[in-house]
C-alpha cells in the first residue's frame, strides 16, 4: 500500500536551516507529482512547492521562494525539502503528499518549530 | 494568482442535514477542484476531483459540482463522522491555492 514517511521536523532558530525529508513506498515514484504541504497551528493548508516530471519542473508558493529548495530521488524514492532563513511564520507541520496531480496520499506531517 | 474564498467559514448542523459548502475561484480554473476533508489530529482526505468525480471509497452521501470559478461540495445527510473542516483546492497550475476551510460543527 502507498505509504509517505515525513522526517526532520524540529526546533530550530529564526535565520537557521532544516532538511525535511519523505520516504515513499507502494507506487512509482517517478510516476507522480510530488508535493509539500504545510499547515500552522490552528490553521489552514498551505501549498508549499510541487516538483513534477522527474525534477525537470518545480514550483514553490511566493512565500518561500527563494528560501526553500525541493528535490527528489528516484533511486531512493524520496522527496526532500531543503529549508532555509527560517522564520517564526515557517512554524508548520509539514506534509508530504503525492499528487496526481490532486493529493491522493498524505504523510502523517512532521512539525517544524522556529523559535529562538 | 488566483484566489480560492470558500463560504461560508463555519456552519452548525445537526446529523440529517443537507450541507453545501462553496468555492469560488477568482479566475475560471475549469473542472481542476478538489475537495479535501481534515478532522481534528488527522491528516486531510481526498473526497472529490476533477469537480465532481468522487475518490474511490468516499461515501455517495458527498457529491460535488461546477465548473470554470463556481463550485459546490454538498453532503446529502450529514453523518456523525462528517463533522470536520472542508477545504477546496485549484490545481490547474501552480500556485496550487486552497481555500480557507469550513469548519462543519455539530448543532
Known amino acids: 500500500q502507498v505509504q509517505l514517511v515525513e522526517s526532520g521536523g524540529g526546533l530550530v532558530k529564526p535565520g537557521g536551516s532544516l532538511r525535511l525529508s519523505c520516504a515513499a513506498s507502494?507506487?512509482?515514484?517517478?510516476?507522480?507529482?510530488m508535493n509539500w504541504i504545510r499547515q500552522a497551528p490552528g490553521k489552514g493548508l498551505e501549498w508549499v512547492s510541487s516538483?513534477?516530471?522527474?525534477?525537470?519542473?518545480?514550483y514553490y508558493a511566493d512565500s518561500v521562494k527563494g528560501r526553500f529548495t525541493i528535490s527528489r530521488d528516484s533511486a531512493k524514492n524520496s522527496l526532500y525539502l531543503q529549508m532555509n532563513s527560517l522564520r517564526a511564520e515557517d512554524t508548520a507541520v509539514y506534509y508530504c503528499?503525492?499528487?496526481?496531480?490532486?493529493?491522493?496520499?498524505w504523510g502523517q506531517g512532521t512539525l517544524v518549530t522556529v523559535s529562538s | 494568482d488566483i484566489q480560492m474564498t470558500q463560504s461560508p467559514s463555519s456552519l452548525s448542523a445537526s446529523v440529517g442535514d443537507r450541507v453545501t459548502i462553496t468555492c469560488r475561484a477568482s479566475q475560471g480554473i475549469r473542472n481542476y477542484l478538489a475537495w479535501y476533508q481534515q478532522k481534528p489530529g488527522k491528516v486531510p482526505k481526498l473526497l472529490i476531483y476533477a469537480a465532481s468525480t468522487l475518490e474511490s471509497g468516499v461515501p455517495s452521501r458527498f457529491s460535488g459540482s461546477g465548473f470554470g470559478t463556481d463550485f459546490t461540495l454538498t453532503i446529502g445527510s450529514l453523518q456523525p463522522e462528517d463533522f470536520a473542516t472542508y477545504y477546496c483546492?485549484?490545481?490547474?497550475?501552480?500556485?496550487?491555492?486552497f481555500g480557507q476551510g469550513t469548519k462543519v460543527e455539530i448543532k
Open positions: 516538483i513534477i516530471n522527474r525534477g525537470t519542473t518545480i
Open positions: 483546492q485549484k490545481y490547474n497550475g501552480a500556485p496550487w491555492t
Open positions: 503528499a503525492r499528487g496526481r496531480p490532486e493529493l491522493d496520499y
Open positions: 507502494g507506487f512509482t515514484f517517478s510516476d507522480y507529482y
